[in-house]
């Protein structure tokens, strides 16, 4: 049974993203699986991305993401900034990203926004 709101799983699937959605307990969340990363910037060319969303979603906004495997930029040989901390989800270890979401406009945004604000996180990382 889908959790995922209609007009989430419509994007997802106009972007031809494969994902999973997942529940533990009283977690939700999506993973999108073998989600693109920037061009030699990380050890891989893909991660699965998890998105883990809040019970008032898609009113209250998708906070942090998660990767896995755990990315290591390429030039450094180091992870990124903020993202040291590890949670147990879907049987995995994921790599946390500590990027908050301050500018969620509830009616309006959606999982959309979210993957926008991962790719551009992706590609900022230092």
């Known amino acids: ?12 699937a106009d972007r031809d993203v494969s994902f999973h959605e997942v ?7 999506v993973v999108l699986e073998n989600f693109l990363l920037p061009a030699g910037k990380y050890q891989t060319a893909s991660a699965d991305i998890l998105i883990m969303l809040p ?4 009113d209250a906004p998708p906070d942090m993401f998660y990767a896995f495997p755990h990315l290591q930029l390429v030039a450094s ?10 949670i147990n989800f879907d049987r995995k270890s994921w790599q946390r990203w500590s990027r908050h979401n301050d500018q969620w406009r509830p009616g309006v945004d ?12 992706l590609e900022v990382a230092a």
């Not at 995922?4 to 997802?12: A, G, T």
């Not at 019970?55 to 898609?58: I, K, L, Q, T």
């Not at 040989?77 to 590890?86: D, G, S």
């Not at 959606?110 to 996180?121: C, D, H, N, S, Y």
Request: net charge positive; glycine share 6%.
């Open 110 to 121: 959606g999982l959309w926004t979210m993957v926008k604000r991962i790719e551009q996180a």
């Open 1 to 12: 049974m889908s959790f995922l709101p209609s007009k989430d799983r419509r994007y997802l």
């Open 77 to 86: 040989h180091r992870q990124p900034n903020c993202t040291n901390v590890r």
């Open 55 to 58: 019970p008032a979603y898609p």
């Open 23 to 29: 529940v533990e307990g009283n977690k939700k969340g």
